[in-house]
Protein backbone atom coordinates (compact mmCIF):
# COMPACT_ATOMS: atom_id res chain seq x y z
CA UNK A 1 0.00 0.00 0.00
CA UNK A 2 0.92 3.49 0.46
CA UNK A 3 3.29 5.49 2.48
CA UNK A 4 1.33 6.68 5.55
CA UNK A 5 1.12 10.22 4.50
CA UNK A 6 -0.49 9.24 1.09
CA UNK A 7 -3.88 8.88 -0.37
CA UNK A 8 -5.36 6.59 -3.06
CA UNK A 9 -6.83 8.05 -6.13
CA UNK A 10 -8.04 7.72 -9.60
CA UNK A 11 -7.29 9.70 -12.44
CA UNK A 12 -10.58 11.25 -14.25
CA UNK A 13 -8.70 13.51 -16.98
CA UNK A 14 -5.01 14.77 -18.36
CA UNK A 15 -4.40 17.75 -20.11
CA UNK A 16 -1.52 18.45 -22.05
CA UNK A 17 -0.46 22.39 -21.51
CA UNK A 18 2.74 22.73 -23.13
CA UNK A 19 5.19 22.20 -20.69
CA UNK A 20 3.03 20.75 -18.13
CA UNK A 21 0.54 17.96 -17.91
CA UNK A 22 -2.68 18.97 -15.57
CA UNK A 23 -4.00 15.82 -13.84
CA UNK A 24 -7.43 15.90 -12.38
CA UNK A 25 -7.52 12.97 -9.43
CA UNK A 26 -10.43 11.84 -7.29
CA UNK A 27 -9.80 10.92 -3.45
CA UNK A 28 -12.76 10.30 -1.48
CA UNK A 29 -15.39 11.66 -3.80
CA UNK A 30 -13.32 15.15 -4.04
CA UNK A 31 -11.35 15.94 -7.26
CA UNK A 32 -7.76 17.59 -7.16
CA UNK A 33 -5.41 19.30 -9.23
CA UNK A 34 -2.13 18.34 -9.91
CA UNK A 35 0.61 19.88 -12.23
CA UNK A 36 3.20 17.93 -13.10
CA UNK A 37 6.31 19.34 -15.78
CA UNK A 38 6.81 17.38 -18.80
CA UNK A 39 10.29 17.12 -18.26
CA UNK A 40 10.11 15.63 -14.46
CA UNK A 41 7.41 12.72 -15.89
CA UNK A 42 4.28 14.62 -16.64
CA UNK A 43 2.71 12.09 -19.18
CA UNK A 44 3.60 8.56 -17.56
CA UNK A 45 0.16 8.40 -16.50
CA UNK A 46 -3.51 7.66 -17.93
CA UNK A 47 -6.97 7.95 -17.29
CA UNK A 48 -8.71 5.42 -14.99
CA UNK A 49 -4.82 4.77 -13.13
CA UNK A 50 -5.00 4.19 -9.30
CA UNK A 51 -2.22 6.37 -7.84
CA UNK A 52 -0.77 7.71 -4.48
CA UNK A 53 -1.11 11.35 -3.98
CA UNK A 54 1.69 12.36 -1.32
CA UNK A 55 1.92 16.29 -0.43
CA UNK A 56 4.76 17.49 1.90
CA UNK A 57 3.58 19.26 4.94
CA UNK A 58 5.16 22.07 4.31
CA UNK A 59 3.27 22.65 1.05
CA UNK A 60 -0.10 22.15 3.19
CA UNK A 61 -2.02 25.43 4.30
CA UNK A 62 -5.33 25.64 6.26
CA UNK A 63 -8.23 27.34 4.21
CA UNK A 64 -10.84 29.51 6.20
CA UNK A 65 -14.52 29.14 5.53
Do not use: C, M
Not at 12 to 27: F, L, M, R
Amino acid sequence: GPPGNALLGKIVSIIYSGSQTHYDIQINGQVFKAFVLNAEGGGKFRVGQEVAVTVPATALRPLQD
